[in-house]
């Protein structure tokens, strides 16, 4: 399975960005998806996730009520509002290992290549 995420760019603090990502395979629709990301120096940070049917999901907390997880069929989309520079950092879209959404970079198995996104204040 191959992921392909995009839509990352530069952006003024208060903008809004929506990233998308794309599985090869129709075989991640029954698996949950999560977009992680990834500042300079830093660990790569879980953002938010989305159970296989979109029933549920979870956001870290300092998203929530500003990011909105997605799907639709093989797509998978991270609509980013009120930006902040702090969101800085390199977006990588996951698929899970099973159909749940969870938090732990060690529990999904497909990763994309990354998108940046660049937040100027």
């Known amino acids: 399975v191959q992921l392909q995420a995009s839509g990352g760019g530069l952006v003024q603090a208060g903008g809004s960005l929506r990233l998308s990502c794309t599985a090869s395979k129709r075989t991640t629709s029954n698996n949950g998806m999560g977009w992680f990301r990834q500042a300079p120096g830093k660990d790569r940070e879980f953002v938010a996730g989305i159970s296989w049917n979109g029933a549920s999901t979870k956001y870290t907390d300092s998203v929530k009520g500003r990011f909105t997880i997605s799907r639709d069929n093989a797509k998978v989309y991270l609509q980013m509002d009120n930006l902040r520079p702090d969101d800085t950092a390199v977006y990588y879209c996951?698929?899970?290992?099973?159909?749940?959404?969870?938090?732990?970079?060690?529990?999904?198995?497909?990763w994309g290549q990354g998108t940046q996104v660049t937040v100027s204040s």
């Open positions: 996951a698929a899970h290992r099973s159909s749940h959404a969870s938090t732990g970079v060690q529990d999904y198995r497909y």
